[in-house]
């Protein structure tokens, strides 16, 4: 049995995730916005490990900070590691357990198609 589903619009959102099912709509909007707007590159590490090379400024890493706060409240199987080797370098790592790679793919996915769109 599959851990997620598949909306119309191709979004995901996997069975663990307990925020309610109205708001998953304006998470996906502001993950999609964060792609466009901050992701600079997408790196998949391994199967279970995804790096998102991201712009340097202050505001986005405010802003991943919070977006990525958020959805471990709801989502707690993602683990997710801000760091930044420079001023102009920041990256955001994201790990999921063998159980969940499936979402990790759905999110590398959703990276990659909506920052070509940007």
């Known amino acids: 049995m599959s851990d997620h ?7 995901w959102v996997p069975d663990a995730c307990t925020l309610p099912t ?3 709509p304006l998470r996906l909007a502001e993950f999609d916005q964060f792609f466009r707007d901050a992701v ?4 998949r590490l391994s199967a279970q490990h995804l790096r998102l090379q991201l712009d340097g400024a202050a ?15 709801c989502c707690s199987f993602f683990t997710f590691d801000l760091s930044r080797s ?17 979402v990790l793919d759905a999110l590398a996915q959703r990276a990659v198609s909506v920052r070509g769109q940007g």
């Open 5 to 11: 589903h598949i909306t119309p619009d191709d979004a």
């Open 22 to 24: 109205a708001e998953r």
């Open 40 to 43: 600079r590159g997408v790196d």
């Open 86 to 102: 420079g001023p102009d370098a920041l990256s955001l790592d994201v790990r999921v357990p063998a159980a969940h790679v499936d």
């Open 59 to 73: 505001q986005v890493e405010e802003a991943a900070r919070d977006l990525t706060a958020r959805e471990s409240s």
